[in-house]
């Protein structure tokens, strides 16, 4: 599904596949594909030989309005909903591109090491 | 329960202290529980050690004199508790209960309207990460008693704001948050912090030991420069949005950073500052104890006399 909603349009099975960086046969991801299609979670249209697969969004639209409300109620919203990052200020910026450069040198040694 | 009644109070303060300056320097998870269950112990036991010193003004009057069987005038000569002061603390009670009510009713409030959003995400979203198309980058874990309800509700702007890796990253931060319920200490804390709003203090240190024990959570599951890496991604795109952080973080100082630091340098180990913790809350409920028997012997005297 996180491939699906990252692409900008429809993916046919290989598509999908290779987004997902070819961790599941070609066959498994075109069984995933059907059954998310059976349950109504994505709708499909051909492209040539197969379908293209694009995830119905406007559902979601009416749920974010949901998760907005949610939000937008008062302070202490956190006894239901606890996100990744909660209200940063503006002088926190420069903090965070250094350690976020210092992030970066740690994972390139890493993937060296 | 004359010099007993009046520790919890005193060690409200202490845990206070205690929390800010130990929470940094234990491990998150343990750090977390600590805080929390101190927490409630000495709301607890301070509403209780209120309760005490509030009894003489409720006992003074006729009807309950009348159930308790003691006499009304024995009661104003022979309280240790200064008849002022026993006012000042039946105000308190009655300030506490409205607040607490207040609280928990603010609490289930927020506990129906996941529970409409989810109803949402039963459809779009069944296996447990919904999506929501939004260029803001947002992240969030929305909760539910019942485990299967759970869902991480993710915006198409953080996917495409992080990398594959960063983003199995954030979605363990967020599954961890789902997993350990969270949110369930974040109620605790709030209601304690209802009872004596000195522990608004120590639930924003909880707040940010949450965190800190997801971020490790996330940083287990992929490494710890990947999950340092998404979280300052995440942080550094959000910082437009929120032109008013909120109190209680901007309480703590720099979360954001020190959490992307944290995630940079190796987890804290050191205990001594739990049992610290730990201590406090004991003495507080212990205090109260002996001041609730104490008590009950007062009024068992006032009785026979």
Redesign the interface.
């Given at each position: 599904m996180v491939a699906l909603w990252a692409a900008d349009g429809a993916m046919t099975p290989a598509k999908v596949q290779a987004a997902m960086g070819g961790d599941l046969a070609y066959t498994t991801v075109m069984t995933i594909l059907a059954r998310l299609h059976e349950k109504g979670v994505i709708e499909r249209t051909k492209a040539g030989r197969a379908f293209a697969y694009r995830p119905i969004v406007a559902e979601a639209d009416v749920v974010a309005e949901h998760v907005r409300r949610l939000l937008d109620r008062g302070q202490d919203r956190t006894a239901v909903l606890q996100g990744l990052v909660d209200g940063l200020r503006p002088e926190e910026g420069a903090t965070l591109r250094t350690l976020l450069a210092r992030a970066d040198a740690a994972r390139a040694a890493a993937e060296q090491g | 329960m004359r010099t007993t009644v009046y520790l919890p109070f005193l060690l409200t303060g202490a845990l206070v202290v205690l929390g800010r300056l130990g929470s940094g320097r234990l491990s998150p998870r343990i750090a977390a529980w600590t805080l929390v269950c101190c927490a409630a112990v000495v709301a607890a036991s301070s509403a209780v050690a209120v309760a005490i010193l509030a009894s003489p003004t409720l006992a003074r009057l006729p009807m309950v004199a009348h159930i308790g069987r003691w006499p009304v005038a024995a009661v104003a000569t022979r309280s240790p508790v200064p008849p002022w002061l026993s006012l000042v603390a039946a105000v308190v009670v009655v300030g506490i209960v409205i607040s607490v009510a207040g609280t928990a009713w603010?609490?289930a409030a927020?506990?129906h309207?996941?529970r409409?959003?989810r109803r949402?995400?039963d459809?779009?979203?069944?296996?447990g990460?919904?999506?929501?198309?939004?260029p803001d980058p947002?992240?969030?874990?929305?909760?539910?008693p019942d485990r299967r309800h759970h869902r991480v509700?993710?915006s198409?702007g953080m996917?495409?704001l992080l990398d594959?890796q960063e983003?199995a990253a954030?979605l363990a931060?967020?599954r961890s948050?789902l997993r350990h319920n969270?949110?369930m200490f974040?109620?605790v804390a709030?209601l304690a912090r209802a009872v004596h709003p000195l522990l608004g203090s120590t639930a924003v240190d909880l707040?940010y030991a949450?965190e800190r024990w997801a971020d490790e959570d996330a940083a287990t599951a992929t490494?710890?420069?990947?999950a340092?890496?998404a979280?300052?991604?995440?942080?550094?795109a959000?910082?437009g949005?929120?032109p008013?952080?909120?109190?209680?973080?901007?309480l703590h100082g720099?979360?954001?950073?020190d959490r992307?630091?944290a995630?940079?340098d190796e987890p804290p180990h050191h205990r001594p500052w739990a049992w610290a913790l730990v201590a406090t809350a004991l003495v507080a409920a212990g205090a109260c104890l002996w001041a609730t028997h104490d008590t009950e012997l007062f009024y068992e005297a006032l009785r026979r006399s």
């Open positions: - | 603010h609490l927020q506990l309207a996941g409409s959003a949402g995400f459809r779009s979203a069944p296996s990460l919904a999506m929501i198309d939004d947002l992240a969030y874990a929305l909760w539910a509700i993710v198409t996917v495409r594959p983003r954030v931060h967020e948050h969270h949110p974040v109620a709030t707040r949450l490494s710890r420069p990947v340092a890496s979280l300052a991604k995440a942080g550094l959000t910082l949005q929120h008013a952080p909120m109190i209680e973080m901007a720099h979360a954001v950073p992307v630091a995630l940079l």
